[in-house]
């Protein structure tokens, strides 16, 4: 079991920068890959970015080149560095960490991106 706790969000203009941070209770290399998802109004939840134990990355198309996920292993957090926000940015962001096909996820951040 694993309890991971989000921070980080808030509401910025288009084209603007907010860094999301995930700190999980336990060691991050307990878990095959950590990252973020995130769910808007009315829209199921989708993949934006992941890390696995390895330090290999994967990013949804919509934000690659934008958003960075990174990790710190002795903080047992992961972050997610999004730069040049859209509208189309505005969600819930939900951490989450798995274990095999096991997910554990955070309560969720909200990000708004408006002017």
């Known amino acids: 079991q694993v309890d991971l706790a989000e921070s980080g969000g808030g509401l910025v203009q288009p084209g603007g920068s907010l860094s999301l941070s995930c700190a999980a209770s336990?060691?991050?290399?307990?878990?095959?890959?950590l990252g973020w998802y995130r769910q808007a109004p009315g829209k199921q939840r989708d993949l934006v970015a992941s890390?696995?134990?390895?330090?290999?990355?994967d990013y949804a198309d919509s934000v690659n080149g934008r958003f960075t996920i990174s990790r710190d292993n002795a903080k047992n957090t992961v972050a997610l560095q999004m730069n040049d926000l859209k509208r189309e940015d505005t969600a819930v962001y939900y951490c989450?960490?798995?274990?095999?096909?096991?997910?554990?996820w955070g309560p969720g951040t909200q990000v708004t991106v408006s002017s």
């Open positions: 890390i696995n134990v390895g330090g290999r990355t």
């Open positions: 989450f960490a798995r274990i095999l096909r096991r997910y554990t």
């Open positions: 336990r060691n991050v290399f307990d878990f095959n890959a």
